[in-house]
């Protein structure tokens, strides 16, 4: 492989996924392979921007988010995809990486499903790399699980594999179904355990860990069956008894892990009520206290009141959101 020792820059953006069947639990932590598959919705409403230059001056990787240098695992994350792509384009000069995010990071708000499909599509295009959907996809996948999906817009299926080249994520035909996701905005400050971190103890000590690992086998086929059919109302009861079970096992894990506020229940209660009077909502939630709620677009406004007013929380009304794209090519 050459060595390549000029300038390059490239822009890329990249739009949150949330999971409908989640994605929960490693078996391989280097090649960040699942123990399950799990099926996304991108959103329109949230999304990173994140600009490469790998730069033959630069002493050392610079990385900074919003404005602010990163440091510690945070940097040591991106510095280490950063090396991936680097053995994979032969360059051998250091980066300057500046992301930008309009949602809030590190609130279980699949941020990093965002910021590391934005920086696989910039990163691998500044490093002379031209990859298909599917080879950004399993780069992508090396950064964050879930970004692996943002790669795709619409609904996206990350299949779990069995190696490297078996673990990437695609597109889900989807019938022009259109639903929003109000998004309750609980707290959007720093969670008080990682996800990764999270994840391992669940899956390392949480007895109700594998009896949910095969029932989201099952949530699974049937999620791209009713996304195929545009059915919303199959696609919630499947999302939301998912992600409940997703968080029993972490309550089950030893020590327990628990990001569900009072808020965040008083926000689920408000959503067994809007069904009660006839309105499909639906929850979500990835690891944090905030909720998705899938609803049709026409009751986006009295979902978010109730939802609002519920937890007196702000909420953002999110539709289905576009691919990750290039927005500077080197």
């Given amino acids: 492989m050459p060595v390549m020792t000029g300038d390059a820059q490239a822009t890329a953006v990249a739009h949150v996924n949330v999971a409908l069947v989640k994605y929960w639990g490693k078996r391989d932590a280097e090649l960040v392979l699942p123990c399950t598959g799990s099926l996304s919705m991108t959103l329109d409403a949230f999304w990173t921007t994140t600009t490469v230059r790998f730069c033959a001056e630069a002493g050392d990787d610079q990385v900074t988010l919003d404005g602010v240098p990163l440091a510690g695992g945070p940097r040591r994350r991106v510095t280490e995809f950063l090396d991936l792509v680097r053995s994979r384009t032969g360059r051998i000069g250091k980066a300057v990486v500046d992301s930008a995010n309009t949602v809030p990071t590190g609130a279980g708000l699949a941020s990093s499903s965002s910021g590391f499909a934005a920086l696989a599509m910039a990163a691998s295009s500044a490093g002379g790399l031209d990859l298909d959907a599917t080879a950004l996809s399993r780069l992508a996948r090396r950064g964050s699980g879930s970004a692996s999906r943002s790669v795709f817009g619409g609904f996206a299926l990350w299949h779990a594999g069995q190696d490297d080249a078996s673990s990437y994520a695609e597109p889900v035909p989807s019938a022009g179904f259109e639903p929003v996701m109000v998004v309750a905005l609980v707290d959007t400050g720093h969670k008080s355990v990682h ?82 009077a006839g309105v499909s909502a639906y ?40 691919a990750a794209r290039l927005v500077v090519k080197p």
């Fill in 195 to 276: 996800s990764r971190d999270a994840m391992q103890r669940t899956v390392e000590s949480s007895p109700l860990y594998w009896a949910w690992a095969d029932s989201a086998a099952v949530d699974l086929t049937q999620m791209r069956c009713a996304v195929a059919r545009g059915d919303l109302d199959a696609v919630g009861e499947i999302a939301e008894r998912n992600a409940l079970g997703m968080h029993a096992t972490m309550l089950a894990a030893r020590p327990a892990i628990r990001y569900l506020a009072p808020a965040t229940v008083a926000v689920l209660d408000s959503v067994l009520e809007l069904r009660r």
């Fill in 283 to 322: 929850a979500t939630m990835d690891a944090g206290p905030n909720v998705k709620v899938l609803c049709h677009r026409a009751d986006a406004d009295v979902v978010a009141e109730a939802v609002s007013a519920s937890a007196g929380c702000p909420t953002a009304v999110a539709g289905v959101g576009p």
